[in-house]
């Protein structure tokens, strides 16, 4: 190995360590901000426990660092079967004979002691398992991706508010178009060459849209409002056929969290509640949801290839970045990420974050509704477990993109696709809206 090559290893390892090490101060402070009591108590029959949750970390970590990676002795192989998530529905995990908060606390320290051994003393190469340190960038993405889980459990729970942060920065102002065209034709959609991207990211492939119109930012909270006090809820004509009959069935008259104050509306927020700030994305809101509201818009959801196009395509270049602003990580200028603040940012917050079509908060503040089934692309391969999103892949689950602000950078990108029932309103989940671009719109 030449030294510039050893250079390189050495900060891929650094890397390694420093998002690892990222992850796990998040899941330490989320677990450690209620006691023991909360920790065991399911919050929702949607969530499981937290403690569960963190010792579901430690083992996915035992499995795939400790034992595959690094061919190590099992540190407790008799948990495997109670921290499968595919072998117990979260609904009947409280009654599991779970790790107590101190063994679960133990359990993730051991492990992640011997995974920074086992970072230390593995060569990042030779296998597609370790090239590019893969197997580590999928462990620390799934702890974000449960960090981000706990939070929503946070949301959940009653009781005092115990998460703190500063509020996000204030508006920029509202683009000056309320929507913008995305031209027709092809572009790249996927990544065949992210190091750490997920299966169903996998392959690029060419992708073609028609052009089309998309909003510049996600449906705030004063537009949905709008909505309601038309009677969005009471009407069927904007709800499909699936949407209208969960909407009776499960009683919706407002976003999760919504609080009716006279004319307008709070909301509760981690245990505060608040006034409702109408510059904000709408967050909390399901599928039918949103495909009402865009209905009762005269629009539609976007497709995910749509979405893709307006977050990545360079019609300068015609070239697809990595993210909507260029192919840099993001920062604190560009989008709202990694639970830096409890709440979206009002729409107009991030101009550093603009892509070259001049679409704002594509990655950050909510998740993104889309109007897509979740599927794999074309030439599709699992890697490494098909449990990870073959699955999962139907008409059952719709696409989410973008990232939230509880969702860390290392879990975002600009081809990270999320999936969900069109049911769930737990998850911090907003949309914004697209139509048919006009023949004379089409440029």
């Known amino acids: 190995m030449t030294i510039a090559e050893a250079q390189t290893t050495e900060a891929l390892r650094e890397r390694v360590a420093a998002a690892l090490r990222r992850a796990?101060?998040?899941?330490?402070?989320?677990?450690?901000?209620?006691?023991?009591?909360?920790?065991?108590?399911?919050?929702?029959?949607?969530?499981?426990?937290?403690?569960?949750?963190?010792a579901h970390i430690g083992n996915q970590e035992e499995l795939w660092l400790v034992r595959d990676v690094g061919g190590r002795e099992p540190v407790r192989r008799d948990i495997d079967e109670l921290y499968d998530a595919f072998q117990h529905p979260r609904a009947n995990r409280p009654a599991l004979p779970l790790l107590s908060p101190t063994e679960a606390r133990g359990y993730v320290r051991e492990v992640r002691d011997k995974v920074l051994d086992v970072l230390e003393r593995t060569p990042l190469e030779g296998r597609r398992l370790v090239d590019n340190a893969f197997a580590f960038g999928m462990i620390a993405q799934h702890e974000q991706q449960h960090d981000e889980t706990m939070l929503a459990t946070h949301q959940l729970r009653v009781g005092p508010p115990v998460l703190t942060a500063p509020p996000p920065p204030g508006s920029a102002g509202?683009?000056?178009?309320?929507?913008?065209?995305?031209?027709?034709?092809?572009?790249?959609?996927?990544?065949?060459?992210?190091?750490?991207?997920?299966?169903?990211?996998?392959?690029?492939?060419?992708?073609?849209?028609?052009?089309?119109?998309?909003?510049?930012?996600?449906?705030?909270?004063?537009?949905?409002?709008?909505f309601i006090a038309a009677g969005g809820y009471d009407d069927p004509r904007w709800w499909s056929e699936d949407g209208w009959a969960y909407r009776q069935h499960a009683g919706l008259t407002a976003p999760r969290f919504w609080l009716r104050d006279g004319d307008g509306w709070l909301r509760t927020r981690f245990g505060v509640v608040e006034q409702l700030p109408p510059d904000e994305p709408v967050v909390h809101v399901c599928f039918h949801e949103a495909a009402a509201y865009a209905a009762w818009a005269g629009r539609r959801l976007p497709t995910e290839t749509e979405w893709e196009k307006a977050a990545r395509y360079d019609p300068a270049t015609g070239r697809s970045r990595r993210f909507p602003w260029g192919d840099e990580e993001p920062g604190p200028e560009q989008a709202n990420l990694g639970q830096r603040h409890l709440s979206p940012a009002p729409v107009g917050a991030y101009p550093a974050g603009v892509s070259p079509l001049g679409v704002h908060q594509l990655i950050g503040d909510v998740w993104e509704w889309t109007s897509t089934d979740f599927t794999g692309y074309p030439g599709f391969a699992v890697f490494p477990y098909k449990e990870y999103s073959e699955v999962f892949f139907g008409p059952e689950y719709k696409v989410l993109r973008g990232g939230s602000f509880g969702t860390d950078p290392v879990a975002c990108r600009s081809t990270f696709r999320n999936w969900d029932y069109p049911i769930r309103r737990q998850i911090f989940a907003g949309f914004r809206c697209a139509r048919d671009a006009a023949p004379d719109e089409r440029g």
């Open 24 to 54: 796990r101060d998040r899941s330490v402070a989320l677990t450690d901000a209620v006691d023991d009591d909360d920790l065991v108590r399911q919050h929702s029959k949607l969530m499981s426990p937290l403690v569960w949750d963190l």
């Open 174 to 226: 509202p683009p000056r178009a309320a929507e913008v065209l995305v031209p027709g034709g092809p572009f790249t959609m996927g990544t065949s060459t992210e190091p750490w991207a997920l299966d169903n990211e996998r392959p690029a492939h060419t992708a073609h849209v028609d052009a089309f119109m998309i909003d510049t930012t996600p449906v705030t909270n004063a537009a949905y409002a709008r």
